[in-house]
């Protein structure tokens, strides 16, 4: 698997999917706060807390950047 990274670095599949998992959720987060409160009252419980509170938030932020750091690099291939 290929990323779109400098000069297509390989990754690994599970990668791919953690990064693709994390950024939907740094998305959802991202779109509900732009909601007004009376809206962000009607989702259930879970959601609010995993993606509205404090805390959600500031792992939606914190997860990708940690993850890239302590993520096993790949040697890159030879040509």
Do not use: C, Y
Not at 16 to 42: A, D, K, R, Y
Request: glycine share 6%; hydrophobic share 50%.
């Amino acid at each position: 698997i290929k990323t779109f990274g400098a000069d297509a670095a390989p990754g690994s599949w599970w990668q791919t999917i953690v990064f693709s998992l994390l950024q939907v959720g740094l998305l959802i987060s991202i779109v509900l706060s732009f909601l007004p409160q009376e809206v962000i009252n009607h989702l259930t419980v879970p959601t609010r807390e995993i993606f509205t509170s404090f805390w959600g938030k500031s792992a939606w932020l914190i997860l990708p950047v940690g993850l890239m750091a302590i993520a096993p690099k790949q040697k890159k291939e030879e040509d």
